[in-house]
């Protein structure tokens, strides 16, 4: 009778491979990354979904090009700039399934600046009240910006501090989301694609 062999079940992420050879205390943070990434996209995507589409519907749903252009022309130059950018390489972010929108194109701290612009229409109708939001989007933009430069001294307490106020926040976002119809995305010429 032939044995029978044991399917080990793995727990955790896959062993990374080295690639460049850092010293091994850098591997420590490298291994947080499994926890810090599915929370930072889920959140930062849930949040520009939420305000796309709560400024479509106060200021129709070429928003970014009249209202946004006026108010915020950094915010806006920068999003063309990364438009320009991506479309010099188009093969690179070629998604057949999620249309990049000019919100995707711009930071997380530049999304907070939108929010604070726009704080009448979006708080409270999004968040509780401004200083609710800014309080838990300092956290979180701390921690990111840790991960997202490589940063070294990033603990798991850090990752557990993020991820909760990510929760705090994805509570309101979710009530947003799953109020908005469940159509498909807006085609490029509807989106509000910034004009360059």
Request: with cysteine; glycine share 4%; aromatic share 10%.
């Amino acid at each position: 009778m032939a044995r029978r062999k044991r399917k080990r079940s793995r727990v955790g992420p896959k062993r990374i491979a080295r690639m460049v050879k850092i010293p091994a205390p850098y591997f420590e943070s490298l291994d947080l990354s499994y926890l810090l990434y599915p929370s930072f996209y889920q959140f930062e995507n849930g949040l520009k979904i939420v305000i796309d589409s709560f400024l479509k519907t106060c200021y129709g749903p070429d928003w970014w090009n009249t209202s946004l252009r006026v108010r915020r022309e950094g915010i806006f130059e920068y999003a063309a700039n990364q438009r320009r950018r991506l479309d010099s390489m188009p093969w690179i972010g070629d998604s057949a399934s999620v249309e990049v929108l000019p919100i995707h194109l711009i930071t997380l701290g530049q999304l907070e600046e939108v929010v604070k612009e726009y704080r009448s229409e979006c708080i409270p109708d999004v968040f509780p009240n401004i200083e609710f939001f800014l309080g838990h989007m300092e956290v979180i933009k701390r921690v990111r910006n840790m991960y997202s430069h490589m940063l070294p001294c990033i603990t798991r307490t850090n990752c557990a501090d993020a991820r909760s106020e990510i929760r705090i926040l994805a509570r309101h976002i979710n009530a947003k989301l799953l109020n908005l119809p469940s159509a498909p995305l807006p085609s490029p010429q509807s989106a509000g694609t910034p004009q360059v």
